[in-house]
Each structure stands twice: as structure tokens, then as C-alpha cells.
């Protein structure tokens, strides 16, 4: 027994040391770089209702917030992946008869992205503190959270001027998922850095990128004669750190 914990610690050793000599290996030939960004997005929604009449959805502003791993592969080539926090809002609202009848959807995400990155100025700013940056791939998340805010109109309060309206706030519960909601999110993904070195390895960028969503996030018995994917520009701040 004590043979067996004895090879087991070793074993654990052995990787340990292995794993610290990668990151020493890395950090020399200057390959890995962390980042820290956040801002600003816009989300719109693209649908089909139908034949659902007086229907409209729009999309809403949110924000995000992401941390970033960056590997680079070869000279002016990267991978680029890490975790987004990300809010993909949308409006759903009534319009005729019944405008101002709407609920506000704000959704809430965690997102993956992969990307390839390029810098296609290397050559030219290559002596300068600036670095610009392309990258583009897929992303694939999860939806976290929901929280609906509703102006309905109240039915069993009539009266001469008709149905009075009131405004309810809810969270919604994923765990019963009542609406048959779609939680699974991936699509594709373009970005863009532009950088400026202002203290040995950390650097300011300012960054945009766009989602282009392929999963259809509404309710699954509607699929077949409703689709809705969401396309979300983020714009924001950061700072990375090359080790």
C-alpha cells in the first residue's frame, strides 16, 4: 500500500514538474497571453413568425464580460479561446390593436469561443508599441438565466376605458423549462484588436467583435414554422498581459 502511494505521489510529481516546465517554456519564447475585456453590446434577433399576425420581435442593448487565453502557434498565427459572460436581450411586443402589449427579455449567457487569429500589420508596426489583430471561428455556450419583464393587459378588470395593463417581472425557471426553451448556443465568430504596449508585457486594446448565432433559442414545437437566431455586436475595453 504505501509502495502504491509512494509511484502515485511520484506520478503527480513528475506531471507537476512537467506542466511547470511547459508554462516556463511558453513564458521564454513569449507564446502565452491572458486577457481581461469587457463593454457593451448590441443584440438583434432574426425570426419567422409566421402566420403570427400584429407580432414583432426587436433586439436590446446588454453587456459582457471575458477572460481570454491566447496561444501563439506560428510567428503572426494564434488560437485564441477563454469564457464570455454575455447578455443576448431581445423585445417581444404587440403591435396594432394591441401596441404596448411586450415583454422584455433579458438573457443571460456563457459562451466559448475558439477563433484563429492573424496579425496582418506585423511587419509594419513590428517596431512600434501597436498590434493589430483578426480572428475568426465558432463559439458554443450555454443559457444561464432569463428574466422576463411583461406589460399584459388584466382580463378580469374591464372597465369603460378596457382592459387595464400592469407590468410583472419574473425569473424564469429552467429547471421546468415550460417553454420548451433551447439552452444549447453556438454559432460564428469574428473579432478585432487593436492594442498598445504601454508597460514591458501588458498592453490596452480596444476590441469588436460579432456573433453570428446558428441555434434557434425558441420553443421547440414552433421550429418547423419559427426560427430565431441572434446576431450580437459586442464593442469594449481590456487588458492582456504576455508572459
Known amino acids: 500500500m504505501k509502495n502504491n502511494k509512494k509511484k502515485l505521489f511520484f506520478k503527480h510529481k513528475v506531471f507537476l514538474l512537467l506542466f511547470i516546465a511547459f508554462l516556463t517554456n511558453l513564458s521564454a519564447q513569449e507564446k502565452f497571453r491572458i486577457s481581461l475585456s469587457g463593454g457593451g453590446n448590441n443584440n438583434d434577433i432574426t425570426y419567422s413568425a409566421g402566420n403570427r399576425i400584429n407580432t414583432e420581435y426587436s433586439g436590446n442593448t446588454g453587456y459582457y464580460f471575458k477572460a481570454g487565453f491566447n496561444l501563439k502557434v506560428y510567428k503572426n498565427i494564434s488560437i485564441q479561446t477563454g469564457l464570455t459572460y454575455i447578455d443576448k436581450n431581445y423585445k417581444y411586443q404587440r403591435t396594432g390593436a394591441q401596441d404596448g402589449i411586450a415583454t422584455h427579455h433579458k438573457a443571460k449567457y456563457f459562451n466559448i469561443p475558439v477563433m484563429v487569429g492573424i496579425q496582418p500589420l506585423h511587419s509594419s508596426l513590428k517596431n512600434t508599441k ?7 471561428g465558432t463559439y458554443v455556450g450555454w443559457w444561464n438565466s432569463l428574466e422576463r419583464e411583461s406589460t399584459v393587459e388584466v382580463f378580469t378588470e374591464l372597465d369603460f376605458n378596457g382592459f387595464p395593463r400592469k407590468t410583472l417581472v419574473e425569473s424564469y425557471d429552467f429547471e421546468k423549462n415550460e417553454n420548451q426553451f433551447n439552452r444549447v448556443d453556438y454559432g460564428l465568430q469574428a473579432e ?7 508597460y514591458k508585457n501588458m498592453s490596452l486594446f480596444i476590441e469588436y467583435s460579432m456573433m453570428y448565432g446558428l441555434s434557434d433559442n425558441q420553443k421547440n414545437e414552433l421550429r418547423k ?6 446576431t450580437t455586436s459586442n464593442y469594449g475595453i481590456g487588458i492582456s498581459y504576455k508572459f
Open 130 to 136: 501597436f498590434n493589430f489583430e483578426i480572428f475568426a
Open 192 to 198: 478585432t484588436r487593436l492594442g498598445y504596449s504601454f
Open 225 to 230: 414554422t419559427s426560427n430565431y437566431y441572434y
